[in-house]
């Protein structure tokens, strides 16, 4: 009995299943909607009064399709609450948010009702649609702005008629891309505020800063409208623009200089015409590295205001005094133009140069001749004068060259004997023991342009400390000895010690160094006494035989100029 009675009650459970499955669809009172997906994130949902762009797939609650936006290849794009859509469809519609989809199920009081819609839905019928929000946006909609990132200082904002250089994500507002400047790998530049650009962007971009990141949303009335672009746009399509702005400048534009430090002194300003050597960092406006002098462990050396540089360098260049720091921040049509340079500089980029001011000089200076003489001077130094002092060496900008003193012991030189840069020459003339001078000697009057390997930049202006510290008078130009009396008459025979009229090279030397030793004569100071005597034999030998015979002597004193003759 009990194994019949649960028989009786598997059918009738197996029965009534069968039933609910297969019986017709349950009358609707109102709307019913599932969310089958809810993005973590709604800016805005879907009011009344608002156009929306949505895909949809319409079915009958068996399943089968009766209309599809997804098969025409574009959205259903309407107004919602103006009676343009079906009534549930407009109730449902509301409170939806961007990328939210939902199954709708509409009643056919709701939907087409009694009539239905000719052979595609029949009277009465329950529709099912299943929506994929796209696009919210109200004609009263304005440009939404964004601001995610802007940096501590803002020097300058964007106002209409500026130039920028921005990159860009754009995407719709369910967030498909449709354009990158990134994957182009070049900014976009162009006019603000003038007309260059859709009317939201115009706007979009006003304020901004340069390093400022904002997200720029606009409807489609400041957009591409109705109509879209024609490919990646579609029509009534709100746009997001993910910006970056890299830089700005005005066609009016002149260049900025901000002096960041100053020496202690300044004797002496560039001006148009001199020679300068600097050091720099070039940089973009956004802080994007592009050039060093320091990278290259050498100075830019250039003449300023002569158009061997970009003009806006060559402006910013001007007024500058040695060690100063300026930041010298140049548009682009004192630079590089629209066309930048191909590599490193992008055309229309401004430029931001971070300038260190090592040396200048102007190819009509001579020695700058700083003196501190003592009370008592006496002798002063000329042409042909042996003399002995010690120096410190250093660049304009006080970087270290050398000094006499780490030798232990003075450097000594002839005056005009080529023995020293001439700028030094020039600065020992006319000096006395103990005094002690400033010598700023340029470049052409020291290494040139060349300088000295690892020692002295090209170019470098110098500057000597130097003290005098002896000083042997020299013979007259041209004489390499001179006889402090008179010449004895019988001079040759005084040389011939061996009476073979004829005299040797060791005669003649033994004989001119007797004469010196008993102060009788003087060689010239700071030679080689040895080459001297050698040469003053030489010059003897008329014939070049190895020998004097007193018939080339007589003739050699004859001559009307003798310099180191005798």
Not at 234 to 259: G, M, Y
Not at 274 to 296: A, E, I, P, Q, V
Not at 349 to 371: G, R, W
Not at 373 to 394: I, L, M, W
Request: proline share 5%; hydrophobic share 35%; charged share 25%.
């Amino acid at each position: 009995m009990i194994q019949r009675i649960t028989g009786r009650m598997i059918f009738m459970a197996f029965l009534v299943s069968f039933v609910a499955c297969n019986a017709p669809p349950v009358p609707l009172d109102d709307i019913v909607v599932e969310k089958t997906f809810t993005p973590e994130k709604c800016d805005r949902a879907v009011q009344q009064g608002d156009f929306v762009r949505y895909h949809y797939n319409g079915m009958f609650p068996d399943g089968k399709k009766f209309d599809s936006s997804y098969d025409r290849g574009t959205t259903y794009n309407v107004f919602v609450g103006r009676g343009q859509l079906i009534a549930g469809m407009d109730k449902a519609l509301v409170g939806m948010c961007v990328n939210e989809r939902s199954l709708v199920k509409i009643p056919p009081e709701l939907a087409y009702g009694k009539n239905g819609y000719g052979d595609i839905i029949p009277p009465d019928s329950i529709l099912h649609f299943d929506v994929l929000m796209l696009d919210i946006w109200n004609p009263e909609d304005k440009v939404q702005i964004q601001t995610y990132y802007k940096p501590e200082k803002c020097g300058r904002a964007v106002e209409v008629s500026d130039y920028v250089r921005y990159h860009y994500n754009g995407t719709l507002l369910d967030g498909t891309l449709f354009d990158s400047s990134h994957t182009r790998m070049r900014t976009y530049d162009t006019y603000v505020g003038i007309g260059w650009l859709i009317a939201g962007m115009d706007q979009g971009l006003l304020g901004m800063c340069v390093g400022e990141k904002r997200i720029i949303t606009m409807p489609p009335s400041l957009g591409y409208g109705e109509h879209g672009d024609g490919s990646d746009i579609p029509a009534q399509a709100s746009l997001v623009f993910d910006v970056v702005l890299l830089d700005l400048h005005n066609p009016k534009d002149e260049i900025t200089v901000e002096v960041q430090s100053l020496p202690d002194s300044c004797p002496r300003k560039s001006k148009e015409g001199d020679f300068m050597r600097y050091h720099y960092n070039g940089t973009l406006l956004d802080g994007t590295f592009f050039d060093s002098s320091y990278s290259r462990n050498r100075t830019y050396d250039t003449y300023i205001g002569k158009g061997y540089v970009i003009a806006g360098m060559d402006q910013g260049l001007l007024g500058v005094c040695v060690g100063e720091r300026r930041r010298i921040t140049i548009p682009p049509h004192l630079a590089y133009g629209e066309e930048g340079t191909g590599t490193k500089i992008p055309g229309s980029a401004v430029l931001v140069f971070e300038v260190l001011i090592i040396d200048f000089h102007n190819p009509s200076d001579t020695v700058q001749i700083t003196k501190d003489k003592p009370e008592q001077c006496g002798y002063t130094t000329k042409r042909g004068d042996f003399v002995k002092y010690h120096y410190n060496a250093s660049l304009l900008d006080g970087t270290y060259i050398d000094s006499s003193h780490r030798y232990g012991k003075t450097y000594d030189v002839v005056l005009g004997a080529g023995q020293v840069i001439p700028g030094m020459e020039q600065g020992l003339m006319e000096m006395c023991v103990g005094e002690k001078r400033k010598l700023v000697v340029p470049p052409h009057l020291g290494y040139g342009e060349r300088g000295v390997d690892g020692e002295v930049p090209g170019s470098a202006v110098l500057v000597f400390d130097i003290e005098l510290f002896g000083v042997e008078e020299g013979l007259p130009e041209g004489y390499m000895f001179v006889w402090n009396e008179d010449v004895s008459p019988d001079l040759f025979k005084e040389m011939d010690r061996n009476k073979d009229l004829e005299v040797d090279p060791t005669e003649f030397s033994d004989y001119i160094q007797q004469q010196v030793n008993e102060g009788k004569g003087r060689l010239a100071p700071g030679f080689d006494p040895h080459r001297i005597i050698d040469s003053m034999y030489h010059n003897q030998d008329r014939n070049k035989d190895g020998k004097i015979t007193e018939e080339e002597f007589k003739l050699k004193a004859e001559e009307a100029v003798a310099h180191d003759e005798l």
